[in-house]
């Protein structure tokens, strides 16, 4: 019997980040085995597991299987148990194994009852794959070759269990469809391609296509882990929605939604709701929300890349400590807000950023939101607020780029608290009206920079000491008036010339610069923020 973990709350899973910090080999389930047709043990993971990044930072294994029903036990089963299920238009049949007497065939509606270990292969035009086993069962469902459509419904539906699996078999292209419209649309009736009341896992190397015609793609309403899989989701609605949490430990996942790409949405119980992507890579188009939690979301290993948004990433809290994440973003690039409302301070002229830049207009409270960013890379172009939290923030490590708004009504870093800088590398570049810097806090210094006009797309601006030295390169995305750069190569209360022009070999931006054929614009001194005024009245020297 699995017992049903605890959450995985703030504190605990910043305290199992920082235990995980050397557990680089027990980060994605490569190591787990599975049982082939043939009897010998194969590997589990995928070949889009050679793609995580910082995995240096991954929450382990261990630490997950105390706080998500995932089990990498649950991976391994014996060839000889396994009931063969071939599906085919009228004639699907069921045989071998133990369990084969827990599958019911009825019409073109496959029903399996019981835990076990099923291996569907064949095809269903217009039918449906039900798991109505109980409470303490976990049932493991290999596809193998499946491709199933439903005319009326969802094709797979998880009715109950305790936990169910969907093993995608190694060499297999799958696929999963269902209706543009549901015959049942009742408050508790499924709602997804793959719909699941149990906690649901996907793994395996094979592939897997899930259409979701008529509102989202995969969905569980309880727990969710995206183990392996080459899994490629397009949903009318959400992409992949897992309802207590949503975790990607390996694979390559694909998503285009027309509401929200990967997320979270448990409002109601505490400690629940939130996302953690721990390796392997995941590409989001949404027409919403690119990654979102209701509690916290966190990025410590593997590829993110969220290519089409209105906000990027969006959680009550949100943590990095490794991997690489690149946000695209209509509105905010990273947003910590919605969750808990409660205030904890009021940061008068809008950011309590103490030394440094502030928003300019009124009183704006500080509520219990979160952006802390510790390690990795993470890349914004937002068209609203590049780095947003409706709370405080920190950035200790990693390296955060934003290619912020040309408006002066959005700003590339927007903290309604304080903004601490202890370590890392942050290149912010936007409009200068709402351009905030960070605080008092911050024991890293950095430099504020706001030039006199905006500069176009691809202009080198460089950062040089009194020696003529270039401590930092950064090329702009598109048009940019502000920059706020801080890193361990900047020296507090020392001098530093801005040039523009030269040459610059970059990545994601910053590098290395060239100052021949680059003009001066001017100096400024380390840790001399000045406050914004709003809009049209940004702070910093001007040139």
């Not at 998880?158 to 419209?181: K, M, P, Q, R």
């Not at 499924?190 to 989202?216: C, E, H, K, Q």
């Not at 690489?324 to 690039?333: E, K, L, M, P, R």
């Amino acid at each position: 019997m699995k017992r049903f973990r605890t959450h995985l709350s703030v504190t605990a899973l910043a305290l199992a980040l920082g235990l995980a910090g050397c557990s680089v080999g027990g980060t994605t389930p490569t190591g787990v085995s599975a049982v082939s047709s043939s009897a010998s043990t194969t590997s589990a993971g995928t070949a889009a597991s050679t793609a995580s990044t910082g995995t240096a930072e991954a929450v382990s294994l261990d630490a997950l299987a105390e706080d998500t029903h995932y089990d990498a036990d649950d991976l391994t089963w014996e060839a000889a148990a396994e009931v063969a299920v071939t599906l085919a238009d009228a004639t699907s049949t069921a045989a071998g194994g133990t369990s084969s007497s827990a599958v019911k065939i009825d019409g073109d509606t496959v029903t399996i009852t019981a835990a076990g270990t099923y291996r569907l292969s064949g095809s269903l035009s217009d039918g449906q794959v039900v798991v109505a086993a109980g409470e303490e069962d976990v049932v493991r469902i290999i596809l193998d070759g499946a491709d199933i459509t439903n005319s009326t419904g969802s094709p797979f539906v998880v009715e109950g269990a305790n936990e169910a699996i969907v093993y995608l078999a190694d060499g297999t292209t799958n696929s999963l469809s269902d209706a543009s419209t549901y015959a049942d649309q009742g408050t508790d009736a499924p709602n997804a391609a793959v719909y699941s009341m149990a906690d649901l896992t996907i793994a395996g190397p094979g592939s897997l296509t899930v259409d979701g015609n008529f509102n989202d793609g995969i969905s569980s309403k309880d727990g969710l882990v995206l183990a392996a899989g080459n899994v490629t989701v397009d949903a009318a609605d959400d992409g992949i929605v897992g309802k207590d949490y949503a975790v990607l430990l390996d694979g390559a996942y694909q998503v285009t939604a027309g509401d929200d790409g990967f997320k979270s949405d448990n409002e109601e119980d505490e400690g629940r709701g939130w996302v953690l992507v721990n390796g392997g890579t995941l590409n989001v188009n949404a027409g919403d929300d690119g990654i979102k939690a209701f509690n916290t979301l966190t990025i410590a290993a593997g590829t993110t890349t969220v290519e089409e948004s209105e906000e990027g990433l969006e959680a009550q809290h949100i943590i990095m400590t490794g991997g690489t994440a690149t946000v695209t973003a209509n509105d905010d690039g990273v947003n910590a807000s919605g969750g808990s409302t409660s205030s904890s301070t009021t940061a008068a002229g809008g950011m309590g950023s103490g030394m440094g830049g502030g928003m300019g207009g009124g009183e704006m409270a500080v509520g219990d939101y979160t952006v802390n960013i510790s390690g990795g890379l993470l890349t914004i172009n937002a068209e609203g607020d590049g780095l947003d939290s409706n709370g405080n923030a920190s950035i200790s490590g990693g390296t955060v780029v934003v290619n912020g708004p040309t408006n002066n009504g959005n700003g590339a870093l927007d903290v309604n608290g304080e903004l601490a800088v202890t370590g890392g590398t942050v290149a912010a570049a936007g409009s200068a009206g709402m351009a905030v810097s960070p605080g008092a806090s911050s024991t890293q210094s950095g430099v504020q920079v706001t030039l006199e006009s905006s500069v176009p797309a691809g202009t080198v601006v460089q950062i040089a000491d009194s020696s003529g030295n270039v401590v930092a390169a950064f090329v702009t995305t598109k048009a940019a008036a502000s920059l706020v750069f801080s890193s361990a190569a900047i020296s507090d209360g020392q001098e530093y010339t801005i040039y523009t022009g030269g040459t610059a070999t970059v990545s994601a931006g910053i590098g290395e610069g060239s100052l021949d054929g680059a003009t001066e614009q001017g100096t400024v001194t380390a840790g001399d923020y000045t406050a914004a005024q709003g809009p049209g009245g940004g702070g910093g020297p001007r040139w």
